[in-house]
C-alpha cells in the first residue's frame, strides 16, 4: 500500500483557506458545530461521537469534517458547494473515486497565535486510505507517517518564548505546527526534518495557514545547517549565523536498540536517550548570544545515577538551563505506551509479549529503572557562572509558559550580577499573581503557617515565617530591601544586622521563584 500523492498549493490554496473560513471550518467553529465531548474526542483520535454529531447533516462545515477530519467519501455535487472544487481537485487536495471525491491528507482546524485560525495538513492515523499501489512519489505507509497536532506538540508551543528574533529553527519540523508557530515572531524561519514527506506537509501546512514560507532542509539532527556552524567569530544576533531561537520536538521516545517500530516520528534511531543528549549538546554551536534552544525530551533514571546530574551533564558549557521533569514512568508503564502507540496490543499476542519482553531485557541491560519526561531550555551566554535548575515538577502550571522561560533567565541575570548586600540595595514588588494562605487551627487568633501562592506561571507556593511574610507585603517598589527590613526590626525588637546577615537565605528564592520582581 501507499499514500495519495500529497498536495501541490497553488493558487487554489488560498481559495481553499477562504472556503474554510466562510464554513467556520475553524477550531471554535468545529466545536461548537460537534459540540465540546465529540470534538475533544476527536482530539483523542476517536472519531465515532463526531460521525453521530454530523449524521445526516449536509451543510459545508459537515462536508469539510467528513472529507479533512474522517477521512469519509463526500458526493462530488456536495463537495463543489463547500470549497472550490477544481481547484481543490487540480491541486491534489482532492482524489475522484467514482461519482464521490476523497481527501489525501487530513486538514486540522488549529488555534493560533493571536486568536488566528490555522490549519495543520498531515496524515491520518492509522494512516489514510491507500492510493494505487507504487503510485509515483508515494511514501512508504507507517514509517513516514506525518502526524497532527497533539500534547506534545501543544505543550512545546505553550513553552516557547515568543519575544521578535531575527532567525528560528524548527529542527525535526513534523507537519510545521512549531514552524507555523515561529513565523509570527521571526523574520525567517528555517524547519528541518529527517522524513522528506515530513517537509512537504509543513509546507503545505504554511501554506493553507496563510503563513510565510520557510526554509525547509532535510537531514538529521544539526546535519542541515552544519554549513551555518556557529563560532565566537562569526557574529551574533541579526548579522552573525546563530538562530535567536531553536524548537524541536523530537523523536524521543526511547526505543531499544533494534526494538523500535520504525516510525520516523517517535524513533530517533539512536540508543536510549542518545538523541536527545545531542540535541542539547549541539544547541550552543547553533544559538545566537542569548538565544533559546527549546525542546521536549525523554530521559533514562539511570540504576546509582541522579537523573538530574545526567541530564544536567547535557548542557553546552557557558549555557544557562532550566530542565523540568514534569512526569516519570517505570519502564513496564512506558513499554506498554509505546508499543500501544504503534498497535501491536492489536495484532498477535505473541508477538506483543515478545516485544514487550525484548523492550525489559534491553532497559535491564542498560540499568534503566525508570524513563522521565519534561522539557529542557538552554540559553547561551558568556556567564561565568552558568545558572543551571534541574527540578521534579509535575504539579499543574500555568500555560502559556513562554513569557515564564524568558522571566526565570531574566531573574538569574538578577541574582548573579548581585551579593547578598546589592540585593538588600536593591527595590522590589510583589508579583501581581500572588494569594495568601494562612493555616492553622479554626479559631485560633493567629496563623500557624502563612503561604503565597503563585496563580499564574509554574504555580508555585512558598512558607513564609514572620520576617518574609512582612517584607513581601512592605515591598511596593518605594523602598530599598534594606530598610524595609530596618523597619521590621525595629517592630519586632529584632537585631537589624543579624537579621540583614540572614537575609539571603530566603530573599534570594523568593526572587529567583518569581514571588518578588526586581522593580524598574
Known amino acids: 500500500m501507499s499514500y495519495p500523492r500529497l498536495p501541490v498549493p497553488g493558487p487554489g490554496t488560498a481559495r481553499l483557506q477562504e472556503a474554510l473560513l466562510a464554513a467556520s471550518f475553524t477550531p471554535e467553529g468545529l466545536r461548537a458545530r460537534l459540540g465540546a465531548p465529540a470534538d475533544a474526542a476527536l482530539a483523542r483520535g476517536e472519531s465515532v461521537p463526531a460521525r453521530r454529531a454530523l449524521l445526516g447533516d449536509d451543510d459545508p462545515t459537515a462536508v469539510l469534517a467528513r472529507l479533512f477530519l474522517l477521512r469519509e467519501p463526500v458526493a462530488r455535487g456536495l463537495a463543489g458547494r463547500a470549497l472550490p472544487f477544481e481547484a481543490a481537485l487540480g491541486e491534489g487536495w482532492l482524489e475522484r473515486d467514482g461519482d464521490e471525491v476523497r481527501a489525501t491528507v487530513d486538514v486540522r482546524p488549529y488555534a493560533g497565535e493571536d486568536g488566528r485560525s490555522w490549519w495543520i495538513v498531515c496524515d491520518a492515523r492509522p494512516g489514510p486510505a491507500p492510493a494505487a499501489p507504487g503510485a509515483p512519489g508515494a511514501a512508504e505507509p507507517g514509517r513516514d507517517v506525518v502526524l497532527g497536532p497533539g500534547g506534545a506538540s501543544a505543550t512545546l508551543a505553550g513553552l516557547t518564548v515568543r519575544r521578535p528574533v531575527g532567525r528560528a529553527l524548527d529542527l525535526g519540523t513534523g507537519s510545521g505546527v512549531q514552524a507555523l508557530h515561529a513565523t509570527t515572531h521571526a523574520r525567517s524561519v528555517t524547519a528541518t526534518d529527517v522524513n522528506p514527506r515530513a517537509l512537504r506537509m509543513a509546507a503545505l501546512t504554511l501554506a493553507l495557514s496563510g503563513a510565510p514560507e ?138 506483543y509479549e515478545a516485544a514487550y519482553g525484548a523492550w525489559l531485557a534491553e532497559f535491564a541491560t542498560r540499568g534503566t529503572e525508570a524513563v522521565g519526561f519534561g522539557w529542557i531550555a538552554v540559553r547561551r551566554g558568556g556567564a561565568e557562572r552558568p545558572h543551571m535548575l534541574a527540578e521534579d515538577w509535575p ?13 526565570h533567565f531574566e531573574r538569574q541575570d538578577f541574582l548573579r550580577a548581585r551579593d547578598d548586600a546589592a540585593l538588600l540595595r536593591a527595590r522590589y514588588v510583589l508579583a501581581g499573581d500572588i494569594v495568601q494562605e494562612q493555616i492553622g487551627a479554626p479559631g485560633a487568633e493567629d496563623p500557624e503557617h502563612v ?45 537589624a544586622v543579624a537579621l540583614r546577615d540572614r537575609t539571603g537565605e530566603w530573599l534570594r528564592p523568593l526572587v529567583e521563584q518569581g514571588f518578588l520582581l526586581p522593580a524598574e
Open 395 to 407: 504539579h499543574a502550571v500555568a500555560q502559556p509558559l513562554g513569557e515564564a522561560v524568558w522571566t
Open 214 to 351: 520557510a526554509e525547509l532542509r532535510e537531514g538529521f539532527l544539526f546535519e542541515p545547517i552544519s554549513d551555518e556552524q556557529h563560532s565566537e567569530d562569526s557574529g551574533t544576533g541579526e548579522d552573525g549565523n546563530g538562530y535567536g531561537l531553536i524548537v524541536s520536538n523530537p523523536p524521543f521516545v526511547i526505543s531499544p536498540a533494534g526494538l523500535g517500530e520504525g516510525l520516523t516520528y517517535r524513533d530517533g534511531g539512536l540508543a536510549g536517550d542518545a538523541l536527545c543528549r545531542r540535541l542539547v549538546q549541539g544547541s550552543a554551536a547553533h544559538l545566537a548570544e542569548g538565544g533559546l534552544c527549546q525542546i521536549l525530551a525523554n530521559w533514562e533514571h539511570v540504576a546509582g545515577e541522579d537523573w538530574r546530574e545526567r541530564v544536567a551533564s547535557w548542557v553546552p558549557p557557558g549555557c544557562d538551563a532550566w530542565i523540568v521533569q514534569r512526569e516519570v514512568q517505570d519502564v513496564t508503564e512506558y513499554t506498554e505506551l509505546w508499543l500501544r502507540d504503534a498497535g501491536l496490543h492489536r495484532g498477535s499476542p505473541a508477538a
Open 451 to 495: 503561604v503565597l501562592r503563585r496563580r499564574e506561571d509554574m504555580r508555585r507556593a512558598r512558607a513564609m515565617d514572620t520576617v518574609s511574610a512582612g517584607f513581601a507585603g512592605s515591598c511596593d517598589g518605594t523602598l530599598v530591601a534594606g530598610a524595609i527590613l530596618d523597619a521590621i526590626a525595629q517592630l519586632l525588637g529584632e537585631d
